[in-house]
């Protein structure tokens, strides 16, 4: 499957939230959808969920006009909205029935579910009896019980422990191992990191970044590499590097990272005038924490 964004806009009060947002999700290719806050984000989310309808734009589903009726959705939202004072098993079991599922198949699921989070002894409990972490696990739980075959995920990893965390990966992991599209949006870049094998970076209601993770980075690295020069300081090393040239040089904790843009040839006529032990030369990929960060800070130039 194919879900495709096309033009999006929508506003508000007169003030234009997004602007003409256009990106794809594909079936087993988990989609990353970042952004601060107030970039948009959710706005998007509900339209894919046709909480509310673009003022222009299209969704589109495999080349045709997106109905969520006829697919099974799963949603997490980042705002938590299930009921405190209503049993874990009434409450999954409610869900269960507005997504239209059949009760034999419901309460099958509910019980998988529940035994694989290890919830199964608070099924006739309330849920504010929960600790925050088991609420959360019930919250995730309502998003995939009807086995959908798009899961939208908004923060899902807010709240969770490390070891809960990694039985939500595991969740994922499965989807995607299902071919179903995954959509999910977290400020844990790591995660996104992990999982997504596309990116979209939004703000201020327009799409700044779109592709492939492993493309991007790849683009944003180009000609730029890590360098160590064994008994050197990185502020003796940069002051080097800059009697040679005019070069764009950031550090990290352990190396600086020099934009060379230049043919290799040259980058070691560089290293050779600068001398001393070359202890790492290597391309530089950024982490997606830095691809966030740098192109952010160039929309807000």
Same mark, same amino acid.
């Given at each position: 499957? $194919?879900?495709? +964004?096309?033009?999006?806009? =929508? ?6 939230? *997004? ?48 109905? @969520? ?20 098993? $009434? !409450?999954?079991?409610?869900?269960? %029935? +507005? %997504? ?38 019930? !919250? ?19 709240? +969770? ?26 400020? !844990? ?16 209601? $327009? ?12 683009? +944003?690295?180009?000609? @730029? =590499?890590?360098?160590?020069? %064994? ?9 080097? *590097? ?42 530089? %990929? ?16």
């Amino acid at each position: 499957m $194919e879900l495709k +964004l096309i033009d999006i806009n =929508k506003s508000f009060s007169g003030k234009h939230i *997004l602007k003409d947002v256009s990106f794809v999700a594909r079936s087993g290719k988990p989609l990353g959808f970042l952004g601060r806050n107030g970039a948009g984000k959710t706005t998007t989310i509900r339209i894919l969920m046709q909480v509310f309808n673009p003022d222009s734009g299209q969704v589109l589903l495999d080349g045709e006009e997106f109905d @969520r009726s006829k697919y099974k959705i799963g949603y997490m939202p980042e705002e938590r909205g299930l009921y405190p004072n209503v049993s874990v098993g $009434e !409450q999954l079991y409610y869900l269960g %029935k +507005l %997504k239209g599922m059949e009760t034999s198949e419901l309460n099958q699921a509910i019980e998988y579910w529940l035994g694989r989070f290890e919830l199964l002894d608070y099924k006739g409990k309330n849920l504010e009896t929960l600790s925050k972490g088991n609420q959360q696990k019930i !919250q995730i739980i309502q998003s995939v019980i009807n086995d959908p075959d798009i899961l939208i995920l908004d923060e899902p990893f807010s709240g +969770l422990d490390p070891v809960n965390a990694q039985s939500l990966s595991q969740v994922i992991i499965d989807f995607v191992e299902k071919d179903r599209i995954v959509i999910f949006s977290s400020h !844990q870049m790591s995660s996104v990191e992990e999982f997504c094998d596309d990116i979209v970076l939004i703000n201020n209601g $327009e799409i700044i970044l779109n592709g492939s993770l492993n493309k991007v980075k790849a683009e +944003l690295g180009h000609g @730029r =590499k890590r360098l160590i020069i %064994k008994d050197m300081s990185q502020e003796e090393l940069k002051e080097k *590097l800059l009697a040679q040239g005019d070069f764009h040089i950031e550090a990290d904790r352990t190396s600086l990272i020099v934009d060379f843009n230049m043919p290799n040839a040259e980058v070691l006529s560089v290293l050779a005038a600068i001398g001393g032990e070359i202890e790492l030369f290597s391309d530089y %990929k950024p982490s997606l924490n830095d691809i966030f960060i740098a192109k952010v800070g160039e929309a807000h130039a």
